[in-house]
């Protein structure tokens, strides 16, 4: 694991660089688009068939992590090579408890504009909005698999309750070895958004309150469990645990207030 830490930061980069080399070879509305400025560097710094060559495979396999190999937006909520076998094993349960349609897994994307179709909640949300292709959706951030946010979500519509599969990477740590309390405030904050979002529509986290009761080893698995309370006018109450998968541990305990939109539009 250490090695694969320390090796990350010069392959995130040259990730980063061959993104931009490669979106010059590819056309205008291929992803990712280069951000201002750095595609004069990167032109620069790749000048030379090693190093485009180099940019080259570096680009096929950025590419093959972000898209399916139908060409579709790639589904981060499905098992990769990161996934430990605790994380596979409650998916596999999830998946197995859907069969009946009890539960369903939601699936996740890079951006809010791949999740377009009848399963999302961000054309709904963005709808009459500028959805941009430049921005990457914070939990799914990171290039390579298993450094930071793991996690798949399964939403039981008839409890209002979302459970998130989670295994927090190394780039998440606060104190040594554990995951830092801001990032278990975001996939607490994305699981009990997810609900609310089911229940309300377009919503806003107004207040998000923790209890941290244990750390989080970096690499572990919990269960992060949201569900709504109650709705009054525009307000949606939610509560959460953050459970290890043994369901020994009580990680986390949550309350949350969201509030439904009128409209972006005033924003
Ligand atoms: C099928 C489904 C699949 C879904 C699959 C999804 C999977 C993936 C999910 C990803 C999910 C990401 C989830 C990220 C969620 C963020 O992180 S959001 C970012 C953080 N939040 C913000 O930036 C919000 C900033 N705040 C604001 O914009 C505004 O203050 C708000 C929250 C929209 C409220 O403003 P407002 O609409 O003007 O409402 P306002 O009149 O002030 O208040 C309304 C009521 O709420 C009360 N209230 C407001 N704030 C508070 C407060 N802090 N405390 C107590 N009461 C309050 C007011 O007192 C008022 O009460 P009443 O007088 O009606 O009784």
Redesign the pocket.
């Known amino acids: 694991m250490l090695s694969q830490v320390q090796c990350v930061p010069s392959s995130l980069c040259c990730s980063f660089l061959s993104q931009l080399v490669f979106t010059r070879l590819l056309s205008e509305n291929s992803r990712p688009q280069p951000s201002n400025g750095a595609s004069r560097d990167t032109e620069v710094f790749f000048h030379g068939p090693v190093h485009l060559c180099t940019a080259g495979v570096r680009a096929a396999f950025v590419l093959s992590t972000q898209f399916s190999q139908s060409g579709q937006p790639k589904d981060y909520a499905l098992p990769n090579a990161s996934w430990s076998q605790g994380m596979l094993n409650l998916y596999n349960e999830f998946v197995e408890k859907s069969k009946d349609g009890t539960w369903k897994r ?1 699936p ?1 994307y890079r951006h809010s504009s791949d999740s377009r179709g009848k399963e999302s ?1 961000f054309l709904q949300f963005l709808e009459g909005e500028k959805m941009s292709k430049d921005t990457r959706l914070f939990l799914r951030s990171l290039d390579e698999e298993g450094l930071g946010f793991e996690y798949v ?1 399964f ?1 039981n519509p008839s409890e209002k309750r979302m459970v998130t599969v989670y295994q927090p990477g190394p780039y998440l740590e606060g104190h040594p070895g554990f995951a830092h309390g801001g990032s278990t405030a975001a996939i607490i ?2 699981t009990i ?2 609900c609310a ?2 229940v309300a529509g377009r919503v ?4 998000l309150s923790i209890d941290f009761k244990n750390p989080i080893p970096l690499g572990s698995v919990v269960l992060v469990d949201g569900k709504v309370n109650r709705m009054e ?3 949606v109450f939610l509560s959460c645990q953050v459970w290890s998968a043994d369901g020994q541990t009580l990680h986390a305990e949550a309350t949350a ?1 969201f ?1 439904q ?2 409209s972006l539009s005033r ?1």
């Open positions: 939601i996740s909640y979500m939403l904050d994305s958004g997810g979002i089911f806003m986290t107004a207040n006018g525009r307000k207030l509030i939109l009128d924003r």
